[in-house]
């Protein structure tokens, strides 16, 4: 199946530091979702994206779909104990929309 | 009502059971989708419906059978399972033109 390349595969921050983790892929998609997952839960949507280019905020989230359109950032600001969870990118090949990918996540620990 | 529900939240059976995973929402999507994530893992999808008909399966083996009896409903019907079936299995819903997927919170599956 389609592969997402998701890194960093895990993060130790202090409280306050910003993040950054990023998803690439060997081919064109029209979508990319970023989701957070806490232990015992389903993954959360955080953010979608859906053009190129596209630079968009939720509070001190900021997520970017790349020109390319085969990989996207997640930026997190000031970061606080509540961000820790995996996040996941995720989106679905350019020839089906419904069919959805997942990256292998991202592994968020804050220390305060 | 924006949520995602499914029940039971655990299930422990045994290779010889039969039981059922049961998924509603009220949002009025009619794209639902089952994923199994093992720990981990991100989740893989196993099944989409689109307007109550299948239209993707994920090459997921037989003792594995979903249902959608209607838009607000997806049930996933186990049989003869094997202990490497154990994992969360996640439901999911969106438009059909939406790639904006919301999950519940998941069954955590057991099988001895």
């Known amino acids: 199946g389609q592969q997402l390349n998701q890194s960093p595969q895990s993060m130790f921050i202090q409280e306050g530091e910003d993040v950054s983790m990023n998803c690439t892929s060997s081919?064109?998609?029209?979508?990319w979702l970023w989701y957070k997952q806490e232990p015992g839960e389903g993954p959360v949507l955080l953010i979608a994206l859906y053009k190129a280019g596209e630079l968009t905020s939720n509070g001190r989230l900021t997520a970017q779909f790349g020109i390319t359109r085969k990989d996207s950032f997640l930026n997190i600001s000031a970061s606080i104990p509540s961000d820790v969870g995996i996040y996941f990118c995720?989106?679905?090949?350019?020839?089906?929309?419904?069919?959805?990918?997942f990256g292998a996540g991202t592994r968020l620990t804050v220390k305060p | 009502d924006t949520e995602v529900t499914q029940t039971p939240k655990h299930l422990v059976m045994g290779m010889t059971n039969k039981k059922s995973l049961k998924c509603e929402q009220h949002m009025g999507h009619r794209a639902m989708y089952w994923y199994k994530q093992k720990a981990k893992k991100p989740p893989e999808l196993m099944f989409v419906y689109s307007y109550e008909k299948l239209s993707i399966n994920e090459s997921v083996p037989s003792r594995f059978s979903p249902e959608c009896p209607n838009s607000s409903l997806l049930n996933l019907h186990l049989h003869a399972l094997q202990p490497e079936d154990s994992a969360l299995y996640l439901c999911?819903?969106?438009?059909?033109?939406?790639?904006?997927?919301?999950f519940g919170p998941g069954t955590r599956l057991t099988v001895l």
């Open positions: 081919s064109i998609f029209n979508t």
């Open positions: 995720a989106g679905p090949p350019l020839y089906n929309n419904n069919d959805m990918r």
């Open positions: 999911a819903s969106s438009q059909v033109r939406n790639n904006e997927q919301f």
